[in-house]
């Protein structure tokens, strides 16, 4: 079973930036098209962006761009850049495959304030 640790969340205000990592374990991170999924609060979890095993990133409307998703095989991780961020940004970002195949890590909490 793979784990997954996501990090580096904070508290940024509106128009800041910050850049999210994901590191999993085990062999099978590489084959997999891979995900960021957040859940603000009182909301359901979305995904908002993903990436293909080749490098390709998909976003959803709402962070198109101003997220960008990447990945580094060799160092089984996903990261997420994230511009301009927006206080409807706020919530905690999760990773996971785009099937969400796996358990879920514990997410690392972003919060924008206006």
């Known amino acids: 079973q793979v784990r997954l640790m996501e990090s580096g969340g904070g508290s940024v205000q509106a128009g800041g930036s910050l850049r999210l990592s994901c590191l999993g374990s085990?062999?099978?991170?590489?084959?997999?098209?891979m995900a960021w999924y957040r859940q603000g609060p009182g909301k359901r979890r979305e995904r908002v962006a993903s990436i293909t095993k080749a490098g390709n990133g998909n976003y959803a409307d709402s962070v198109k761009g101003r997220f960008t998703i990447s990945r580094d095989n060799a160092k089984n991780a996903v990261y997420l850049q994230m511009s301009s961020l927006k206080p409807e940004d706020t919530g905690v970002y999760y990773c996971?495959?785009?099937?969400?195949?796996?358990?879920w890590g514990q997410g690392t909490q972003v919060t924008v304030s206006s």
């Open positions: 996971n495959t785009v099937l969400s195949a796996w358990s």
């Open positions: 085990g062999s099978q991170f590489g084959g997999n098209a």
